[in-house]
T-cell receptor, first 115, second 112 residues
C-alpha cells in the first residue's frame, strides 16, 4: 500500500519568506508526527497529532513554526519568516495510534534550504 | 529529560565483518527502544525494537538486547554486507509516550 508521502521533496527559499510543507499519512493512521533532521542537531521531534485531540506542540522551536491537520488526515507544517538555521530535512511520520507499541512510518522528507 | 547517545561514525567495515554500534540511553521508567535505518536516498525505516528489559529485537540478521542494568541497546550483526551501508539511528520512546528521541546517527559503509 501507499506509504507516507511528503511534498515538495526539495524547497529552496529566500530568508524571510514563508514556506508550507505537506504530509499525507498512511490511510487509517490516527497519529501523525513531524520531525526535523539537521546536521548539527540530529533528529528532533517537532509536533504530534492524535485524532481530534489538541496537538502536542512542545517540540516547535519558535512561534514562527505552526502545523495543522485537516480532517484527521493531511498535515501542513508552516514556517514563517524563514531563517538560515531552519535549513534541514523535515520528516513526517504516521502510526496506527500514538502508543510506542505502534511503529512510526516515515516519509521521504522535504529538504528545505534557506538562502 | 530523555536522551540517547550512540557511537560517532563513520564506521567502515569489510564485507562479512562483525558489526557493533553502541547505544546508551537516559530515561525515567521503562522506555521502548528502537533502531531505525536510513538507506541512501530513502526514508527512515524501523529495523528492530524492544519494549521491555531483556527483550531482544532482531531483523535482517541484526540484533539488539534491551539491557536495563547498563541502559544500553547495542546493535550487532555477525556478518555485514555491502547492502547494509546506511545510517543507523538508535531511539527511545518514554514510558507511556509516543515521541521518539533519537541519537545522532552512525553512518556505516561496508566495502567489498
Amino acid at each position: 500500500g501507499a506509504g507516507v508521502s511528503q511534498s515538495p521533496s526539495n524547497k529552496v527559499t529566500e530568508k524571510g519568506k514563508d514556506v508550507e510543507l505537506r504530509c499525507d499519512p498512511i490511510s487509517g493512521h490516527t497519529a501523525l508526527y513531524w520531525y526535523r533532521q539537521s546536521l548539527g542537531q540530529g533528529l528532533e521531534f517537532l509536533i504530534y497529532f492524535q485524532g481530534n485531540s489538541a496537538p502536542d506542540k512542545s517540540g516547535l522551536p519558535s512561534d514562527r513554526f505552526s502545523a495543522e491537520r485537516t480532517g484527521g488526515s493531511v498535515s501542513t507544517l508552516t514556517i514563517q519568516r524563514t531563517q538560515q538555521e531552519d535549513s534541514a530535512v523535515y520528516l513526517c511520520a504516521s502510526s496506527l495510534s500514538g502508543l510506542a507499541l505502534f511503529e512510526q512510518y516515515f516519509g521521504p522528507g522535504t529538504r528545505l534550504t534557506v538562502t | 529529560g530523555n536522551s540517547v547517545t550512540q557511537m560517532e561514525g563513520p564506521v567502515t567495515l569489510s564485507e562479512e565483518a562483525f558489526l557493533t554500534i553502541n547505544c546508551t540511553y537516559t530515561a525515567t521508567g521503562y522506555p521502548s527502544l528502537f533502531w531505525y535505518v536510513q538507506y541512501p536516498g530513502e526514508g527512515l525505516q524501523l529495523l528492530l525494537k524492544a519494549t521491555k528489559a531483556d527483550d531482544k529485537g532482531s531483523n535482517k540478521g541484526f540484533e539488539a538486547t534491551y539491557r536495563k542494568e547498563t541502559t544500553s541497546f547495542h546493535l550487532e550483526k555477525g556478518s555485514v554486507q555491502v547492502s547494509d551501508s546506511a545510517v543507523y539511528f538508535c531511539a527511545l520512546s518514554g514510558a507511556g509516550s509516543y515521541q521518539l528521541t533519537f541519537g545522532k546517527g552512525t553512518k556505516l559503509s561496508v566495502i567489498p
